[in-house]
């Protein structure tokens, strides 16, 4: 199953980080830490059979970028919000993105709940 989702899961991750205009060191860093070589194999269509805790951190980032269009009109506004500092509980005035890149699965976890309590879903 793992194997049957990996390609399609990098390819939409792959739209989404050009899409939020991340930088590679970034993209790099919410798949896990994983190499540059990887990714530039993931990038140039050479994927393994991506492992269950990278299947889940694509997911999360994708439930980032639904909640990022549901609560902002344009996506600029979104990656906007994604790299500034904030100030709110759970970020102590680093951008949700920092969060999301050093926090590990728990830091997506995070940014994903915010965005979900943010449009009213529990």
Do not use: C
């Not at 050009?18 to 990887?38: C, F, H, N, P, Y």
């Amino acid at each position: 199953m793992r194997r049957r989702l990996s390609a399609p899961a990098v390819a939409l991750f792959l739209k989404t980080a050009d899409l939020l205009d991340l930088k590679v060191e970034d993209r790099m860093a919410l798949l896990g830490g994983i190499s540059r070589q990887t990714y530039h194999n993931w990038k140039t269509g050479r994927t393994a059979s991506l492992t269950r805790d990278q299947l889940e951190r694509i997911s999360l980032v994708l439930g980032i970028l639904k909640g990022l269009r549901l609560v902002f009109a344009e996506d600029q506004q979104g990656q906007r919000w994604l790299k500034a500092a904030n100030t709110d509980a759970g970020f102590a005035g680093r951008a949700p993105l920092e969060v999301m890149t050093d926090g590990g699965v728990t830091g997506l976890y995070r940014v994903r709940r915010y965005l979900d309590a943010w449009r009213g879903v529990k």
